[in-house]
């Protein structure tokens, strides 16, 4: 199955919770790998910690392999490759934990039928391999999106199952920028239609994540006075009216995640150690990206509504 | 000078044994060309030769730079319905001229490569069997992976494979000799989690049935690595007895009746088969790979009658 991450702006925390849901995912027992599709700001490294790929790679990353200079593009094992000891060994009962990292000082490039092919090509290999592949594009419209909905019209592509989950965070900006950039002008269901997909199945296969949400019912929250209170309570409510006049509520919200200190300070991945030893992450967060793995393959919650 | 190829092995992706019309539509990857087949014993069919036109650096152990010029032969098959190969190689011979002639000449000879300059057999043999090629060099292994990818992108398949498995990739060489009553031989390592590495010394007459050699071999090193890997990731894996084989039926299913070492293999090369089966002995892991899954079984079905009689 192909997931693909996007966003509406940068900074919603897509990178760090798609690679938590996928870490959690290859807890799971699935054979997963990740693809920096990221082309302007390939970090991916950093959050899995792997210390030769902070900012990307300079061995053959997916940059060089859809510009056509390397055969196939580099592959690193997280369970060997991470510099983090929590993920230096692979879990008994755990999946394979693939990183397909971006090379350093790469940027965006316009999509050629070349690339879109050679993507494609990418695709239908990890299918052969990894139970989930996650794609984690650039914000917003980008050349990145553009190719991948290309890439998966393909014909060859058609039986593959392919996914999209659209990160924002639950302010007003941003849920009329994810609105406008699955629903807009040159939005992600325009782009597709355009290169051959079905409006309505496209629609069908996209959900909508919310991040570093503040839950106004959240314990955490005692310290608040009760003024503060009562208007997070309206804004919160203003902002679901919002969100499903503009197709971005709760029909097709796949998963909330909470603010998070650890994840606002630094992108990385919660072990379980963060959560029950260290306890510098919260439960919460963990449950949620143990129930968004589940539910990135559990076929009852992408039913059509 | 020498002869040197790349078998990439993988699982069909499809959900069960893809029958024989299929098969010949999807192994038809040059019009006008017949896809080839035999039935015993086992379906295998093999995809009309390929070429592609090469002029780049042959990799050289000693990092020298050797021009080679010429055409690789590759061609994809697919065995017991199930298991889809893809594999590349050409012939390694010293150019007469010092300069690249046109290419009519070249394709009158095809899956030969041209080497200009001055180039030592020995050397490119060492650099193409090294783990790591330098960038710039011929990728036979690109040549095989799309002849493979050709087979796996067709629309005939389905796409829903029983499982998911990594490729695996054979690198081969052969050197030639000349002595008279010298039997071939041949060395296996397995270089990477998925690439090995064959080093053969065949009677030069024989050197033209190494190819289908080497994707028999490439077939059961895969059959073995998956087997390995399915049960691994099975028998450790959490849940009871019951679970944990039901886990491994895909491997029952698909995997356990391929095993045929050396069925299609030519008479003169069946020396390197016996070698590789005393040491490292692949059939001898396989053997005692499906005792230890059909014992799991026979464990599985007791606890089930000692529960329904208890």
């Known amino acids: ?305 | 000078m020498l002869t040197f190829g790349e078998v990439h092995t993988g699982l069909l992706q499809n959900s069960t044994s893809l029958p024989w019309d299929a098969t010949a539509e999807v192994l038809n990857l040059l019009v006008g060309e017949q896809v080839r087949r035999s039935e015993r014993p086992m379906a295998y069919a093999v995809s009309p030769n390929l070429l592609t036109s090469v002029d780049c650096r042959l990799p050289a152990a000693s990092g020298k730079v050797i021009r080679g010029v010429g055409t690789v032969v590759s061609r994809a098959s697919i065995t017991g319905g199930h298991v889809a190969q893809g594999s590349g190689h050409a012939v390694v011979v010293k150019s007469t001229a010092n300069r690249r002639l046109s290419w009519s000449h070249y394709l009158t000879r095809p899956g030969t490569i041209e080497a200009i300059g001055k180039a030592v057999g020995g050397d490119i043999a060492r650099g193409f069997a090294g783990a790591s090629q330098p960038m710039g060099t011929l990728d036979l292994g690109a040549i095989s992976g799309r002849t493979l990818d050709a087979v796996q992108r067709s629309t005939r398949l389905d796409r829903h494979p029983p499982f998911r498995t990594q490729r695996t990739h054979m690198r081969w060489v052969v050197t030639p000799t000349d002595e008279p009553g010298v039997e071939a031989t041949g060395t296996f390592r397995v270089a990477t989690p998925t690439l090995r590495v064959l080093e053969l010394v065949v009677p030069r007459e024989h050197v033209g049935a190494i190819v289908d050699l080497c994707e028999d071999l490439a077939l059961h090193d895969w059959l073995l690595t998956t087997l390995l890997a399915l049960m691994e990731s099975s028998l450790t894996g959490p849940g009871t007895r019951a679970q944990r084989i039901a886990r491994l039926r895909p491997a029952i299913d698909t995997l356990l009746h391929l095993w045929m070492p050396a069925a299609r293999v030519d008479e003169a090369v069946q020396p390197v088969w016996q070698s590789l089966e005393r040491r490292p002995g692949f059939t001898r892991q396989w053997e005692a790979s499906v005792s230890r899954i059909r014992d799991q079984m026979t464990l599985g079905t007791l606890a089930l009658l000692e529960s329904a009689t208890a």
């Open chain 1, 1 to 305: 199955m192909l997931i693909f991450a996007t966003s509406d702006k940068g900074g919603t925390g897509r990178s760090v919770t798609s690679s938590n849901i996928l870490y959690r995912s290859a807890l799971q027992g699935s054979d997963v790998c990740y693809l920096d599709f990221d082309f302007g700001s390939p970090t991916s490294g950093a959050i899995f910690n792997i210390p030769t790929t902070l900012h990307g790679t300079t061995q053959g990353g997916l940059h060089s392999y859809l510009h056509g200079m390397v055969a196939d593009p580099q592959r690193l094992e997280i369970w060997q490759e991470s510099d983090r000891s929590s993920l230096r060994s692979r879990p008994p009962g755990a999946g394979r934990l693939v990183l397909l990292p971006g090379d350093s000082g790469g940027g965006e490039f316009p999509i050629t039928k070349e690339n879109t092919e050679r993507c494609a090509r990418l695709f239908l290999h990890l299918e052969e391999e990894f139970d989930l592949c996650l794609v984690d594009l650039s914000a917003g419209r980008s050349y990145a999106t553009e190719m991948v909905l290309a890439a998966t019209a393909n014909e060859a592509l058609r039986n593959i199952r392919t996914r999209w989950l659209v990160f924002h965070r639950w302010t007003r900006q941003h849920v009329l920028a994810a609105s406008g950039l699955v629903y807009g002008e040159r939005g992600i269901l325009h782009t597709g239609e355009n290169h051959g997909h079905d409006r309505e199945e496209l629609a069908n296969s996209l959900r909508f994540v919310r991040t570093a949400v503040v839950n106004p019912d959240s314990p955490e929250l005692e310290g608040l006075r009760p003024a503060q209170i009562a208007w997070l309570r309206d804004v919160d409510r203003d902002l679901s009216e919002l969100a499903s006049s503009r197709k971005v509520g709760r029909t097709l919200l796949l998963g909330s995640i909470p603010l998070d200190p650890v994840l606002q300070w630094r992108e990385q991945l919660i072990s379980d150690n963060d959560v029950w030893s260290r306890r510098i992450a919260n439960r919460e967060t963990l449950e949620q990206f143990d129930s968004l793995a589940k539910k990135i393959v559990d076929d009852a919650a992408w039913e059509t509504l």
